[in-house]
């Protein structure tokens, strides 16, 4: 085991305090009584571990824990004052970095333990460590569950249920792959929890039960609300036009979701749509998430800024980090040009943001496929927007006649209206140069209109509300023009 193998290293470094941030500290503790177990007798050294509700314990062998050194400063002078070799595991020691004796006992300590080969690991869910510290430290990160792992897990807990009811639990094959799948991402502790609660609930395991793993997964990843979970994404069935789009997604479905071994293919990495407000970016980059069938993660570029320096740039490491842990997943960034848009005003804070959203979507290697949405073009850095960063750029102009007709046709339809009954290629006229969102709203407020004078709806009224609107591409026509015209050399048109 890779987490096994490092940690071995670090111990024999002779390094004398060793940070580790982990929820999983059970996990930890087994893993290294496992590389204690296995080394030789020269190797060899005492393992403690030290919890302030009880104090020291040596847990290499069975001895009870000293209720006397359960204070910090008790364990640490205890520490300092002891000359043989040892393994000292502080857990939840963080809250008392602050107190600068204890800090100066650790760093006694330190500089005594290369002779006496003692090494103090502090476990954490997360740690600071003091900067007089830091030259004495080294840092160990926990590695998640493997597939293998992961499959021990449910299998492990396929077997708990067996035994506590009688007869066996329904276990769906393809059910089981993608739970194993989808507890990617979390620690040993979560991934029992999620396993448990998707078989004990009824005693198997089907299709019905991944939506709710999915969502109780999210859940525990995203705990900063930077990222938002989209339990419903729409179907191409809801979106008018966007058929090249459409066959663009269909057409790297396979490769992102089973990248075979020796492809000469690249796993797709994303796409930036781009054209006019209300032609249905927004939907297009939900319905993405429903080709692909992949649940749907939103970035939310206003929570991403904090006022505190570096606090922006950690809040992308972390939202990107965790859309990895989701993966396989479509990761939407609505109105990217909002957080990537540099200007002289802003300390290079946008610049550092767009060089690490760059780098990260030039390197990554797991199945995060980037939907991306803009409406100015003016606001965005060239370094983004040049051939290469993106696999495609699509531009989603306004709707044509034969649109502008299934537009009309979806929006009457979900308001419980029947198509047919209405002069459908009259309104496809009046509509001319109308977005989708137009469409939309002329509909809605002909049905108010019709709602209060308490009349079923009619062709009369929706020609009135669609005469007396006027449209984007009349208001702002001179802006029009000019994304076309730069458009028309620089995408792809996505219908």
Not at 327 to 343: F, H, N, Q, R, S
Not at 437 to 455: D, K
Not at 465 to 475: D, G
Request: charge should be negative; proline fraction near 5%; aromatic fraction near 6%.
């Amino acid at each position: 085991m890779q987490t096994a193998h490092d940690l071995n290293l670090i111990l024999q470094s002779r390094v004398p305090l060793v940070v580790v941030e982990t929820p999983d500290e059970a996990r930890f503790l087994q893993c290294l009584q496992r590389l204690l177990a296995d080394a030789g007798a020269a190797a060899y050294r005492p393992l403690f571990r030290w919890a302030v509700t009880q104090g020291l314990q040596r847990v290499d062998i069975e001895l009870a824990a000293q209720p006397t050194t359960a204070a910090p400063d008790q364990v640490l002078g205890h520490m300092r004052s002891v000359t043989a070799p040892g393994i000292y595991v502080l857990l939840d020691f963080h809250p008392y970095l602050e107190d600068p004796v204890h800090v100066r006992l650790l760093k006694d300590i330190a500089l005594a333990a290369e002779g006496a080969r003692k090494t103090v690991i502090l476990v954490s869910h997360a740690l600071q460590l003091p900067a007089e510290l830091e030259a004495f430290a080294a840092r160990f990160e926990m590695s998640l569950p493997s597939a293998q792992e992961r499959a021990a897990i449910v299998a492990e807990v396929i077997g708990q249920w067996n035994a506590e009811h009688p007869g066996s639990a329904t276990v769906d094959a393809t059910a089981r792959e993608l739970l194993e799948r989808n507890l990617a991402g979390l620690t040993r502790s979560d991934s029992e929890r999620l396993a448990r609660g998707a078989i004990f609930d009824d005693g198997a395991l089907t299709a019905c039960d991944i939506p709710e793993v999915t969502r109780a997964k999210y859940a525990l990843l995203n705990r900063d609300g930077v990222l938002t979970y989209e339990q419903d994404t729409a179907r191409f069935s809801e979106v008018g036009g966007l058929r090249r789009l459409r066959v663009w997604l269909e057409q790297r479905r396979r490769v992102l979701l089973e990248p075979a071994a020796g492809t000469p293919l690249d796993p797709p990495r994303g796409l930036l749509l781009m054209g006019v407000q209300g032609c249905g970016k927004s939907l297009a980059a939900k319905a993405a998430a429903g080709v692909l069938g992949l649940p749907l993660l939103r970035l939310d570029i206003g929570a991403l800024y904090n006022k505190f320096h570096g606090e922006t740039d950690r809040n992308l490491r972390d939202s990107l980090r965790q859309a990895e842990l989701m993966a396989p997943c479509v990761l939407w960034i609505d109105e990217l040009e909002k957080a990537l848009a540099t200007d002289a005003g802003n300390d290079g804070l946008s610049k550092r943001i767009l060089g690490a959203f760059l780098t990260w979507l030039a390197e990554k290697s797991t199945p995060v496929f980037v939907v991306a949405t803009a409406n100015d073009i003016t606001r965005l850095p060239p370094e983004l927007v040049r051939k290469g960063r993106f696999d495609e750029i699509f531009f989603v102009d306004l709707p044509t006649p034969e649109v502008r007709l299934e537009i009309l046709r979806i929006h009457l339809q979900r308001r419980e209206q029947n198509p047919q009954e209405f002069a459908l290629v009259d309104l496809v006229t009046a509509t001319d140069g109308f977005s989708g969102a137009e469409i939309e709203q002329g509909i809605v407020s002909a049905l108010y209109a019709a709602h209060a004078v308490r009349r079923p709806l009619t062709d009369a009224q929706l020609l009135d509300e669609f005469r007396r609107t006027r449209p984007l591409s009349v208001l702002m026509a001179e802006q029009l023009a000019a994304l076309r015209s730069w458009a028309s050399a620089r995408t792809v048109p996505a219908d």
